[in-house]
């Protein structure tokens, strides 16, 4: 069989995969894993090759894009200090503590090498946690925080692993150059995404108006701030988050309709398929890592593993408590207004869904396989199998107990989107009734149609409905008119942070839908 039937035979494997998820509510991360080790078993597939630079630029930056772009920008600044402490401060402690134990078991192993292993599973990854999470009813907070920690941990994880590995290849390291690394890297990261993002949203305002051009264009967005970042020496991946969270705040107003419906079906679809390959790849290359080491050293890397594990879930939860509860605490004793500490049992759920994925994998398979003085890197066979063995244990055994817990819990999502949704609807509607009464004032509207509109303007404030398309050309243009009040109106709430992106963007959703149905059946195209 060719790579090409082998990568055809993955898609169909993922939408297989989907489906039976969907059937038996089970997290699709968790199946794609199992799937792509059920695969790795098949006589005569061909053993895959990975370049690790290659598939983290294929991957990482398009799936992080999406995420951002689809992030909640006001959602991020309320948990700005929950999501910081993860995504730094329990980045690095878990890093130390994963260090101190692989040490402890493996002490044939140097420190360097421990911490880079501590460096690579540190990091909770982005595509398995939403993933994993994307169907549990979860307050909004919770999946804020569990979202925003894996955007950025990527980041701290990323710079620690970098100085760590420097200091196995070289045999060097300093705390001064390794603090100032990674304020530069993150800086200058949110810097070149800022920088890249503003000059992508330049271009297609002036550009002529091409949904497929537009579309194209937003596709090639993440690996315009990944590069240049990577390039300059700065975290391509806190690049690729500050651009989606930008395009995430400037899109809706400079988009059209046709190319917002068309670009959310091409994202969604394309993270479907390279989330589907990703985690289908971590389950494919176990048997190739398991090949590459002693059969008698499989049994006590497995320990190792299962220690690791344990030791960053302990780790998690022991900081999760102090970390929410202790600035609240240090607040009120300053006298300062402070807000209501989280349940514990939110925070227990927000311990135990520290799942990794496919950035751990790749961060592993990059490792060289030489020092400086051309001496073979220790222990690089041992990391890459550890590393495996982590993401199998979490995306399996985790993934596979979080919508259980959630029900032992019982933790549920609260109302603060329907209610958000309901404001906004009715904002909308009376935008576009005063829009309505506007195009009847400057004599532009039939009477009859003007009637007939402003009816349906009122029906729908009463039931919150979506009104029949209008049935005549005459409504054509004053419901467009309505259309684009909604929008803006839509659009100012969530620029006034009284609606989130999420329900901002379900409202703007309909709106596109029938604007694009209009000029449909009427053709008056822009």
């Known amino acids: 069989m060719s790579i090409i039937a082998l990568v055809l035979l993955l898609f169909a494997a993922t939408a297989g995969l989907r489906l039976l998820a969907d059937r038996a509510g089970v997290p699709l991360p968790t199946l794609l894993v199992l799937g792509g080790l059920g695969l790795a078993f098949i006589p005569g597939l061909p053993h895959l090759t990975l370049d690790p630079e290659t598939i983290f630029l294929i991957f990482i930056p398009p799936l992080l894009f999406w995420g951002a772009l689809t992030t909640s920008l006001r959602d991020l600044k309320r948990n700005l200090r929950s ?12 890093m130390f503590v994963v260090a101190v134990v692989v040490h402890a078991l493996l002490p044939q192993l140097p420190w360097a090498v421990c911490f880079v292993l501590g460096a690579i599973v540190s990091p909770p990854d982005a595509v398995a946690v939403t993933a994993s999470t994307r169907r549990l009813t979860l307050p909004r907070d919770m999946l804020t925080i569990l979202e925003g920690e894996s955007l950025v941990n990527d980041a701290t994880a990323l710079v620690a692993y970098q100085i760590a590995l420097a200091a196995v290849v070289s045999g060097t390291f300093s705390v001064a150059q ?26 297609r305002q002036k550009m002529k108006r091409s949904s497929v051009v537009e579309n194209t264009l ?41 190319t917002r419906l068309q670009g959310t079906a091409m ?22 890592v398991l090949r590459a080491l002693d059969p008698g050293a499989v049994a006590r890397l497995v320990a190792v593993s299962v220690a690791v594990v344990a030791a960053m879930i302990v ?31 939110e925070l227990l759920f927000t311990g135990w869904a520290g799942i990794r994925g496919g950035d751990s994998l790749v961060i592993a398979l990059a490792l060289p396989y030489v020092a ?32 259980p817990l959630i029900r032992l819990l019982r933790i549920v999502g609260g109302k603060e989107e329907e209610v958000e949704e309901h404001h906004a609807r009715t904002a909308s509607i ?28 009122a029906r729908r404030l009463q039931r919150l409905d979506g009104a029949a398309l209008p049935a005549t050309a005459a409504h054509l ?49 822009e």
């Open 83 to 94: 999501i910081t402490l993860l995504a730094v401060g329990l980045v690095l402690a878990t």
């Open 178 to 203: 390794a603090g100032v690394e990674l304020l530069f890297t993150g800086a200058g990261g949110i810097a070149v995404g800022l920088a890249t993002g503003w000059c992508v949203g330049w271009v």
């Open 218 to 258: 937003s596709l090639l967005s993440p690996f315009i701030a990944f590069i240049p970042a990577n390039a300059l020496g700065c975290s391509g991946v806190l690049a690729v988050v500050a651009m989606g969270l930008f395009f995430g705040r400037r899109g809706p107003s400079i988009l059209t309709a046709e």
């Open 267 to 288: 994202w969604e679809m394309l993270t479907f398929l390279l989330e589907g390959l990703i985690f289908i790849l971590i389950g494919l290359q176990l048997p190739q």
């Open 315 to 345: 780790t998690r939860m022991v900081l999760m408590f102090p970390g929410a509860y202790l600035p609240r605490w240090i607040q009120r004793w300053l006298g300062r207004a402070t807000t209501p500490n989280p349940p514990w049992r």
């Open 372 to 403: 400086v003085n051309g001496a073979p890197l220790p222990g690089r066979d041992a990391v890459i199998f550890i590393t495996f063995i982590v993401i199998f244990i979490t995306l399996v055994v985790q993934g596979l107990t979080l919508a």
């Open 430 to 457: 009376r935008a576009g009734a005063e829009a309505l009464e506007r195009f009847a004032t400057a004599g532009s509207g039939e009477s009859e149609t003007i009637t007939e509109l402003r009816k349906i303007a």
């Open 477 to 525: 243009q004053p419901r467009l008119g309505m259309i684009a009040a909604e929008r803006e109106a839509v659009i100012a709430l969530r620029d006034r942070n009284e609606i989130s992106d999420t329900v901002m963007r379900r409202l703007m959703q309909e709106f596109d839908h029938e604007e694009v149905l209009l000029h449909e059946r009427y053709g008056d195209r």
